[in-house]
C-alpha cells in the first residue's frame, strides 16, 4: 500500500489543468474524505462526485479535535455555525437554505445536500458546498461572487452523519450528473504525517489538516 505522502505525490502528479481553488473557509481544518481512491475517498463511488471533499473544522488545546466534548449534538462540534467561503469567482446557479438541520443520529437521504449553494466558476466547473444551516446562506441565484466571499454557515442538513463542509466540482449544473473534476487549492499550508507544507497548490487527500495562507 502506497504511503500517504506517495499518495499524495501521485495526486499532484495527475492534477495538471486542474481547477484551482482557494479553501471554502478560515483557521485550520481537517480532510474527511479526500483522495482518488474508495479507501481515502467515498465520494469516489459516485462519478459526479469523483475527487470531492469533507471538511471537519479543528480545535480544542491542540487544534485537533472535531469535537469539544463526546460530539452528542451537533452544536458539540467546532465547524457547526462556522463560516462558509466562496472557494472560486463565479456565480450563483442556485441554492437551498430551508431544510432542518439533523440532529445526531439522523439524515435526510431525500435531500442528500442538505441547504446548499451551486457555483459557476465556468461552464463546465461548477462548484457544490453542501450541509449548510438552516437560513444561513447569505448569497442569491444570479450573484456574483468572489473567493473568499461569504456564502453561509455550516450546518447539518442533508444526508449527513455530523456537520462538516462538503465540496465537489462537477461539469453539469444537475446535481450528480456528469463528472466529478479534481481540486487544487492554491496557496495553503499542509501538514501530513508530521511534515509541513507552505503556501503550496496542491489536490488533497485525506488525512491532511489544511489551512489557507
Same mark, same amino acid.
Not at 441554492?95 to 461552464?123: C, S
Not at 450573484?143 to 465540496?167: A, I, K
Given at each position: 500500500?502506497?504511503?500517504?505522502?506517495?499518495?499524495?505525490?501521485?495526486?499532484?502528479?495527475?492534477?495538471?489543468? +486542474?481547477?484551482?481553488?482557494?479553501? *471554502?473557509?478560515?483557521?485550520?481544518?481537517?480532510?474527511? &474524505?479526500?483522495?482518488?481512491?474508495?479507501?481515502?475517498?467515498?465520494?469516489?463511488?459516485?462519478? +459526479?462526485?469523483?475527487?470531492?471533499?469533507?471538511?471537519?473544522?479543528?480545535?480544542?488545546?491542540?487544534?485537533?479535535?472535531?469535537?469539544?466534548?463526546? @460530539?452528542?449534538?451537533?452544536?458539540?462540534?467546532?465547524?457547526? @455555525?462556522?463560516?462558509?467561503?466562496?472557494?472560486?469567482?463565479?456565480?450563483?446557479?442556485?441554492?437551498?437554505?430551508?431544510?432542518?438541520?439533523?440532529?445526531?443520529? &439522523?439524515?435526510?437521504?431525500?435531500?442528500?445536500?442538505?441547504?446548499?449553494?451551486?457555483?459557476?466558476?465556468? *461552464?463546465?466547473?461548477?462548484?457544490?458546498?453542501?450541509?449548510?444551516?438552516?437560513?444561513?446562506?447569505?448569497?442569491?441565484?444570479?450573484?456574483?461572487?468572489?473567493?473568499?466571499?461569504?456564502?453561509?454557515?455550516? @450546518?447539518?442538513?442533508?444526508?449527513?452523519?455530523?456537520?462538516?463542509?462538503?465540496?465537489?466540482?462537477?461539469?453539469?449544473?444537475?446535481?450528480?450528473?456528469?463528472? @466529478?473534476?479534481?481540486?487544487?487549492?492554491?496557496?495553503?499550508?499542509?501538514?501530513?504525517?508530521?511534515?509541513?507544507?507552505?503556501?503550496?497548490?496542491? *489536490?488533497?487527500?485525506?488525512?491532511?489538516?489544511?489551512?489557507?495562507?
Amino acid at each position: 500500500m502506497r504511503s500517504a505522502v506517495a499518495l499524495l505525490l501521485a495526486l499532484i502528479a495527475t492534477a495538471a489543468g +486542474a481547477q484551482q481553488d482557494r479553501l *471554502p473557509f478560515d483557521g485550520r481544518w481537517f480532510a474527511l &474524505q479526500a483522495g482518488d481512491t474508495l479507501n481515502v475517498n467515498q465520494h469516489m463511488g459516485l462519478r +459526479a462526485q469523483w475527487f470531492g471533499i469533507d471538511f471537519g473544522k479543528m480545535g480544542g488545546p491542540d487544534d485537533r479535535d472535531l469535537v469539544r466534548t463526546d @460530539g452528542g449534538t451537533v452544536e458539540d462540534f467546532y465547524c457547526w @455555525g462556522s463560516d462558509v467561503l466562496a472557494p472560486v469567482d463565479g456565480t450563483v446557479l442556485s441554492l437551498v437554505d430551508d431544510l432542518p438541520d439533523n440532529p445526531r443520529g &439522523q439524515k435526510d437521504a431525500v435531500h442528500a445536500a442538505g441547504n446548499h449553494v451551486v457555483l459557476e466558476a465556468a *461552464p463546465d466547473q461548477v462548484v457544490w458546498l453542501a450541509h449548510f444551516q438552516r437560513g444561513s446562506v447569505a448569497v442569491r441565484p444570479g450573484q456574483t461572487v468572489r473567493r473568499g466571499e461569504l456564502l453561509g454557515r455550516c @450546518g447539518n442538513s442533508g444526508n449527513t452523519d455530523f456537520p462538516h463542509v462538503h465540496m465537489h466540482v462537477q461539469d453539469t449544473p444537475t446535481f450528480n450528473t456528469g463528472l @466529478g473534476h479534481n481540486i487544487v487549492f492554491s496557496g495553503i499550508d499542509v501538514e501530513l504525517s508530521g511534515k509541513s507544507f507552505t503556501n503550496v497548490d496542491w *489536490p488533497l487527500t485525506r488525512g491532511l489538516f489544511v489551512r489557507n495562507r
